[in-house]
């Protein structure tokens, strides 16, 4: 099965503050992808990444960085969090441009 | 841009069928995916449909009419486990690595 990892399940954060997002994959998937959930909103692609070193925008990139510096690794980065990005965030990988995403369990960020 | 439409809630009764609907407007297909989300845990997969016509998969049913623009998950013999978050993906043309996502229908399975 493939199993997808995120590093934190909560995270309480304040404002200012550097954080990351850490999402492992064990299935040798090319592309990585990050997520926010939000009600109302539903899912909405941040960045993501196809392939090592390699990146791409999403819909909500503002405010967000990533990093691949190995294929099975993908962080998110918040440089300086607000409270605006208190969050759900989803990260997932997919096998080529075909097949499912696999997601892992979510980390929810507080930002205070 | 991309636009994907589907019913924010919807009730139904234990045993019954239910049909859930997710139109799109997207800038061109590749496919798309119907996922199930339980309260606090991540999403996961029911069906993908990439040609027109019923995908069956037990007691789950995806349709797709691409020059609709139009899908719907079919839910038969509703279980109380049922009672999740349905979401509806689109896999764009010219972005295929790329899935939109629709705002999800909450399905609540009243006994």
């Known amino acids: 099965d493939v199993k997808v990892t995120q590093s934190s399940r909560y995270l309480v954060k304040r404002t200012g503050e550097k954080v990351f997002l850490e999402c492992v994959q064990d299935?040798?998937?090319?592309?990585m992808f990050w997520y926010r959930q939000d009600p109302g909103l539903g899912l909405r692609l941040i960045y993501f990444?196809?392939?090592?070193?390699?990146?791409e925008k999403g819909d909500i990139p503002e405010g967000y960085s990533v990093s691949r510096e190995k294929k099975e690794r993908f962080s998110l980065i918040l440089e300086s969090a607000s409270t605006n990005q208190t969050s759900m965030y989803l990260c997932?990988?997919?096998?080529?441009?075909?097949?499912?995403?696999?997601f892992g369990e979510g980390s929810r960020l507080t930002v205070l | 841009g991309q636009n994907i439409d589907q019913p924010t809630e919807m009730t139904a009764t234990e045993g019954a069928i239910v049909q859930i609907n997710c139109t799109y407007q997207?800038?061109?297909?590749?496919?798309l995916f119907w996922y199930q989300q339980h309260a606090g845990e991540a999403p996961t997969f029911l069906s993908y449909?990439?040609?027109?016509g019923l995908e069956e998969k037990g007691r789950f049913s995806s349709f797709l009419s691409r020059s609709k623009g139009y899908s719907y998950l079919l839910l038969k013999e509703l279980q109380m486990k049922d009672s999740a978050s349905y979401l509806c993906?689109?896999?764009?043309?010219?972005?295929?690595?790329?899935?939109?996502f629709g705002s999800g229908t909450q399905l609540t399975v009243l006994p």
């Open positions: 449909n990439v040609l027109d």
């Open positions: 299935m040798d998937h090319e592309n």
């Open positions: 997207t800038s061109g297909f590749n496919g």
């Open positions: 997932a990988s997919r096998k080529g441009n075909t097949g499912e995403l696999f």
């Open positions: 993906a689109v896999i764009p043309s010219g972005s295929a690595r790329q899935l939109t």
């Open positions: 990444s196809y392939d090592v070193k390699m990146k």
